[in-house]
Each structure stands twice: as structure tokens, then as C-alpha cells.
């Protein structure tokens, strides 16, 4: 079985500085692993995926993630908050191209202080 | 490149009332197809999803089902809704990666 676990339901930052989104990850087998964004009414945009290649992900907006394999974690990460960055983030984790549904975070919902 | 469409965008519906809700995707084949639902407050679940023409699988017992009549067509539908059928429906299509459209937000009355 897979799932995934967001540690955080809301992070506040302030425009300009660092964002951390943590996310750790519990699967049977070597998974894909994805960050999507959604903005409000809208439906969810890939940030980044993992899929085994290498561990450091960089994404789109100028996020990216790390898989760390021994502490079952694939924390999103951006140095620099934007105004737009306010929105909420799924992690995602999925175990393979024969594992038909994903497995989705309860989400974190990111507010950008000005 | 691959699009997915999703129409309506907003729906106001009466208690009891039928539904149909529409997903077609481009540039694609043979594509999973996947619907979820977005309640207040809630993350996404999994209703339907779909590994090709008239194959469908439900994830939860409910008022609603779904239909693939076309390789990138995908209807969720319900002979009358209710209540907590309100939320936001998205549909997602999937090969190695999944990608969302934009959604329907469904208000019922």
C-alpha cells in the first residue's frame, strides 16, 4: 500500500523569503513521486515528478524537491516566496505505470505575506 | 501537445435534478481517465477512473456513475442529485504522469 502524508496544513511566509513544504511518503515499492499546485477554482498544475532518475527535482516557478530514500521524504522547497506562490500544494505519490490511482497528500495551503 | 477539456465550468443545480458533466482530452491515446471530487474543507477523492473504452471503476459507493462511450471521452452523471453532491470535479487523464483540467465547480440547491 501507498500513501503520503503532508506535515503541515498551512505555512505563512513572507514575500521573499524561503518556502518549505514537507512530505513524507510510505510505499511498498520504488515510487514516482509529484508535487502538484492549485489555485483557487482551478484545477491542479505538476510542479515537479520524480521517477528515479536523480534525487533533486527541479520544477517549474523556480521549486524543487529532494527524494531522500532513508527518511521516506520528498519536501518541496523555493528560496525566494512570491505573491503568486499563494496557493494550495499536493504531494503525490504513485507506485509504478501498472498502479492505475495515485495516492494524494491532504494538501498544504501556502499564504504569502507581503 | 496533450489538452484536456472540462465544461461546464460552473453548474447551479436544484436538489434531485440530473447531472451530466463532460471531460474529453486531446492529443492523447488510450489515456487513463480519472474523476475527483473537491469537497469544502476536503481533499481530493477519487470517484471513477477508467483504463479504456467502457471500463469503469468506482472507488466509492455513491450517487453518482460514470461512462467512457469514446477513447478520450469520460461523463460523470447522476439521475438526481443531492445535496452533498456539491463540490469542485476534476478530471484527470493519465499516462505516466497525471495532469489535471480545469474543472467544474457544482453548486446544488
Known amino acids: 500500500a501507498q500513501s503520503v502524508t503532508q506535515l503541515d496544513s498551512h505555512v505563512s511566509v513572507s514575500e521573499g523569503t524561503p518556502v518549505l513544504l514537507r512530505c513524507n511518503y510510505s510505499?511498498?515499492?520504488?515510487?514516482?513521486l509529484f508535487w502538484y499546485v492549485q489555485h483557487p477554482n482551478k484545477g491542479l498544475q505538476l510542479l515537479l515528478k520524480?521517477?528515479?532518475?536523480?534525487?533533486l527535482v527541479k520544477g517549474i516557478n523556480g521549486f524543487e524537491a529532494e527524494f531522500k530514500k532513508s527518511e521516506t521524504s520528498f519536501h518541496l522547497t523555493k528560496p525566494s516566496a512570491h505573491m503568486s506562490d499563494a496557493a494550495e500544494y499536493f504531494c503525490?505519490?504513485?507506485?509504478?505505470?501498472?498502479?492505475?490511482?495515485?495516492?494524494f497528500g491532504a494538501g498544504t495551503t501556502v499564504t504569502v505575506r507581503a | 501537445s496533450q489538452t484536456i477539456h472540462q465544461w461546464p465550468a460552473t453548474l447551479v443545480q436544484p436538489v434531485g435534478s440530473p447531472l451530466s458533466l463532460e471531460c474529453t482530452v486531446e492529443?492523447?491515446?488510450?489515456?487513463?481517465l480519472y474523476w475527483y471530487r473537491q469537497a469544502a474543507g476536503r481533499g481530493l477523492q477519487l470517484l471513477f477512473y477508467?483504463?479504456?473504452?467502457?471500463?469503469i471503476s468506482s472507488e466509492v459507493p455513491q450517487n453518482l456513475s460514470a461512462s467512457r462511450p469514446q477513447d478520450r471521452q469520460f461523463i460523470l452523471s447522476s439521475k438526481k442529485l443531492l445535496l452533498s453532491d456539491s463540490g469542485f470535479y476534476l478530471c484527470?487523464?493519465?499516462?505516466?504522469?497525471?495532469?489535471f483540467g480545469p474543472g467544474t465547480r457544482l453548486t446544488v440547491l
Open positions: 520524480y521517477t528515479s532518475a536523480a534525487t
Open positions: 503525490v505519490v504513485s507506485t509504478g505505470s501498472n498502479d492505475y490511482k495515485l495516492s
Open positions: 510505499s511498498s515499492y520504488s515510487p514516482s
Open positions: 492529443g492523447t491515446s488510450n489515456p487513463n
Open positions: 484527470a487523464w493519465r499516462t505516466t504522469t497525471q495532469y
Open positions: 477508467s483504463v479504456g473504452i467502457g471500463q
